[in-house]
């Protein structure tokens, strides 16, 4: 049975003096750990509104990782969080691979055309020769991403190596083949911009001389009361979204989070909020959630943290599980 350590109970986290003593054991720890961080926290306290959204933003940044040591100390999950850290670490290479590479030199080297002329099969088939695994699956995209960081440290030794993986690359991300095999990936998936009037794939088909639309079978799935009927998604998924965050909060533009304005203009210096092509004002969290904070977090590491930083603004997200809403 889970049971906390540092002297405290469970029923002591549902009590407003057990809450003033589990603060007070995290200051003592973070004051041991960075006695600069903890006057930080403290003048941010004493004058919550002298700190502006950066600048508090920053701060809670800087406390997370301190946050998410003391909470595995506490609970004694010390483990299963080493882990989990253990784990996206060895992910990463994934990550920094799609980026620099399948996006930005694959996509720039061939394009859709090109792409769709190559034997993607048989491209993957010798590509495997060369990486140890086929590039499907988990293991065979980090297999090649471990070996595109290899080859990129000598390019010219491997030019032929890089170019087939490129190919390989172009082949997998542009073509309804490719997309197909890749289907349950992250590495081969790029940005696609949205067509609001098909924001549903479907197919025609005629039924007894009517025209209908349907789903394509495989995206079929069974409905068995009011259930959710999609799992969400894994670690290697949910990392592949966090990645995608550019971290606007840092520039003072989380839009995610404060909303889409228009330009400003000199006869309108504080724009209103745009409006997307169904007429929806895109005002962003309603909850006003630090939306690119927690995905800075969660990409370096600090589940936790990232936890704590989505209950700053919303301390019921164990009620709302995986699902987002439209405003995000």
């Not at 010798?126 to 297999?143: D, F, M, N, Q």
């Not at 490129?166 to 073509?175: C, E, G, I, P, S």
Request: include cysteine.
């Amino acid at each position: 049975m889970l049971k906390l350590r540092l002297g405290l109970t469970f029923p002591e986290l549902y009590t407003v003096a057990g809450l003033r003593r589990i603060d007070a054991a995290f200051l003592e720890h973070l004051a041991h750990a960075d006695a600069s961080l903890r006057a930080r926290l403290d003048a941010a306290r004493a004058a919550p509104d002298a700190l502006g959204r950066l600048a508090e933003s920053d701060l809670l940044i800087a406390i997370a990782p301190h946050l998410e040591d003391w909470l595995a100390a506490l609970f004694g999950v010390e483990a299963e969080v080493g882990a989990l850290q253990a784990a996206q670490h060895e992910l990463a290479p994934i990550y920094a691979c799609k980026r620099q590479v399948v996006q930005r030199k694959a996509m720039n080297r061939y394009k859709a055309g090109q792409a769709a002329a190559f034997d993607g099969p048989a491209l993957g088939r010798e590509l495997e020769v060369k990486i140890g695994a086929s590039p499907v699956g988990l293991r065979g995209e980090l297999a090649y991403a471990r070996a595109l960081g290899e080859w990129g440290q000598d390019d010219a030794a491997h030019e032929a190596d890089i170019d087939l993986a490129l190919r390989y690359a172009a082949w997998a991300v542009q073509t309804p083949e490719g997309k197909a095999l890749h289907k349950s990936g992250v590495l081969f998936k790029t940005p696609r911009k949205l067509d609001y009037l098909r924001l549903i794939a479907v197919e025609t088909e005629r039924r007894d001389g009517i025209e209908v639309l349907r789903l394509a079978g495989e995206d079929i799935r069974r409905r068995d009361g009011f259930a959710l009927t999609d799992p969400g998604t894994d670690l290697a998924g949910g990392l592949d979204q966090a990645h995608y965050c550019i971290w606007c909060h840092e520039q003072q533009k989380d839009s995610c989070s404060s909303g889409l304005r228009e330009k400003k203009t000199a006869e309108e210096p504080v724009p209103g909020f745009r409006k997307s092509p169904f007429g929806v004002t895109l005002a962003g969290c309603p909850l006003d959630e630090k939306i690119s904070e927690f995905h800075k977090l969660r990409v370096e590491g600090w589940a936790l943290g990232a936890l704590a930083m989505i209950c700053v603004d919303n301390p019921m997200v164990a009620a709302t599980g995986h699902r987002i809403c439209n405003d995000c």
